[in-house]
Nanobody
Framework: EVQLVESGGGLVQAGGSLRLACTTS????????IGWFRQAPGKEREGVSCISKSVGATYPTYYADSVKGRFTISSDDAKNTIYLQMNSLKPEDTAVYYC?????????????????????WGQGTQVTVSS
C-alpha cells in the first residue's frame, strides 16, 4: 500500500523556520517525483516545490517564485523521506502543506504539477506563521 505521511508542521513566528518531512512507503522513492503543495484558507491548492531524481527530468528541483531562496527541498533515500526546509517564513506561508508523488519524470514544474494531478497524495500538515 502506497502511503505519504507529512509531519513537522506547527506554529512559528514570522522570520522563523520549520522543516517538513514527507515519509513514503509502498514504492521506490527514486522512481517517483515528489512535490510539496499548500492550501491556504479560502485559496486554491498550489504547487510549492518538487524534486525528481529520474534521468531526463525536466526540473530536478523546482520552486514556485513565492518561495525561491527561502525553501529548500531535499531527499533522504535511506529514510524514504523528502524534506522541505522553510526559512524566513511569512504569514502568507500559512497553509496546510501536502506532499504528493507522481511517476512521470517530467512532472516537476509541468502542467500536470500546476494542475494538481498526481498519483498519490498525503493527508497534509498545518503550518501557521504568526506576525
Amino acid at each position: 500500500e502506497v502511503q505519504l505521511v507529512e509531519s513537522g508542521g506547527g506554529l512559528v513566528q514570522a522570520g522563523g523556520s520549520l522543516r517538513l518531512a514527507c515519509t513514503t512507503s509502498g514504492f521506490t522513492l527514486g522512481d517517483y517525483a515528489i512535490g510539496w503543495f499548500r492550501q491556504a484558507p479560502g485559496k486554491e491548492r498550489e504547487g510549492v516545490s518538487c524534486i525528481s531524481k529520474s534521468v531526463g527530468a525536466t526540473y530536478p528541483t523546482y520552486y514556485a517564485d513565492s518561495v525561491k531562496g527561502r525553501f529548500t527541498i531535499s531527499s533522504d533515500d535511506a529514510k524514504n523521506t523528502i524534506y522541505l526546509q522553510m526559512n524566513s517564513l511569512k504569514p502568507e506561508d500559512t497553509a496546510v502543506y501536502y506532499c504528493a508523488a507522481d511517476l512521470s519524470r517530467r512532472w516537476c514544474g509541468s502542467y500536470s504539477f500546476t494542475a494538481l494531478v498526481a498519483d498519490y497524495w498525503g493527508q497534509g500538515t498545518q503550518v501557521t506563521v504568526s506576525s
